[in-house]
């Protein structure tokens, strides 16, 4: 008998269902809100609009980079005298994040390193955060479905979670229409990141049934989709990877990720690479590493089954089928870690931060430093 859970914010998931948000946000009961977002393109800039002809706008907030304690400690301080009842975000992961860490802190009651794993004491939340909606721009990082806000510590070179359950969002509307014509680095970076996100939970220790369902269906189909945008701009490849991104972020908020994501908070940090090009980077290693180490056999059974997707798709022999993967990445663009900014002399020092995380705590098999050292290098 299976016994499994899920828990995800509400979610409505339509091509320009953007186009018309008066009745999502009456539904929302929203009065006084501030609207977090990233670059203002023609599509953003429309929205905003909409948002403004429908409640009151006390402010606006710009996100270009990923949040770090810094930025989210000045942010906090600019909401001192500021009556607002919710907030919205339309961006991408970075955008989303902030977001995310300005509902659950502004009603806090600590300092933020109170509530951050790892480097403060990582306490839950005592206050209900303000309501919050979500309308992500790329489709990579899936965090309008996730509790938790990724923060760069760079005193302590370190990328760190606010995590509560709380943090989900009242609703989190997924228009593919947004991330039409993405530039081929952006979709590439994004893409991969989506991917990763699912594969991670297919393989990991604290993998579900539910999320199984989820995940095992859609991972040929966004590789294949990501294949092709590649070389020509689809609307149905745009929807399917936007899917991806939001069953991803579902996925891993359920199940943990793995490897990858264990090295992608550390390397974040330390060399300021975009988290999607770190994923890419790394994805075809840290199958390898898996692969090797793996004694459990329905996790051999899903990493040959990665590998016979991948086949028909890049081509390649099955048992080369990691390294198929790996030339590809590299091929569009993504030529390694060395070009994302990663110095020889701070490979272990990342694999020691890695082992702390708690994505490699969910990854199918405990891997040895050496084994960790070695992703990097070949990573390189």
């Not at 501030?34 to 393109?41: E, F, K, P, Q």
């Not at 229409?177 to 996100?197: E, I, R």
């Not at 297919?202 to 989709?225: C, G, H, M, W």
């Not at 994505?359 to 891997?367: C, D, E």
């Amino acid at each position: 008998m299976f016994t499994s859970s899920l828990r995800a914010p509400p979610v409505e998931f339509q091509r320009d269902i953007c186009k018309d948000l008066a009745p999502i946000l009456a539904s929302c009961q929203l009065k006084r809100v501030v609207i977090v977002h990233g670059t203002l393109r023609t599509r953003v800039q429309s929205v905003i609009e909409q948002i403004r002809q429908t409640i009151d706008v006390v402010a606006q907030i710009e996100v270009h980079d990923e949040p770090s304690l810094p930025a989210l400690e000045r942010h906090l301080q600019g909401f001192q005298g500021l009556v607002v009842d919710g907030l919205i975000a339309i961006g991408g992961g970075s955008v989303l994040d902030m977001t995310k860490a300005l509902a659950g802190l502004i009603p806090a009651k600590h300092p933020v390193m109170t509530y951050l794993e790892v480097v403060g004491d990582g306490r839950a939340l005592e206050q209900q955060p303000l309501p919050w909606i979500a309308i992500p721009t790329t489709a990579g990082t899936g965090s309008e479905m996730t509790k938790n806000a990724v923060i760069d510590i760079p005193d302590a070179q370190r990328k760190v979670s606010l995590r509560d359950s709380k943090l989900l969002p009242a609703i989190a509307l997924v228009d593919p229409a947004f991330t039409d014509d993405t530039p081929k680095a952006v979709t590439l970076a994004c893409g991969l990141d989506a991917v990763t996100q699912c594969i991670e939970p297919y393989l990991s220790n604290k993998r579900s049934f539910l999320t199984d369902s989820l995940v095992e269906p859609i991972i040929p189909r966004a590789l294949q989709a990501l294949h092709r945008l590649m070389s020509q701009e689809t609307s149905e490849d745009r929807d399917t990877l936007a899917y991806t991104s939001m069953i991803g972020g579902i996925a891993l908020a359920n199940s943990g990720l793995g490897v990858v994501h264990g090295f992608a908070g550390p390397l974040g940090s330390v060399t300021g690479a975009a988290h999607g090009a770190i994923c890419g980077a790394l994805l075809p290693y840290g199958l390898k590493v898996n692969r090797h180490f793996v004694d459990d056999p329905i996790v051999i059974q899903r990493l040959d089954q990665i590998a016979n997707w991948i086949t028909p798709i890049f081509g390649g022999m099955k048992a080369d089928a990691f390294d198929t993967l790996a030339a590809w990445i590299a091929n569009q663009g993504i030529t390694g870690l060395a070009s994302l900014g990663l110095k020889v002399a701070d490979i272990r020092a990342v694999a020691t931060a890695s082992q702390a995380s708690s994505s490699m705590k969910a990854n199918p098999v405990a891997l040895p430093f050496e084994a960790l050292v070695s992703v990097l290098e070949e990573a390189l």
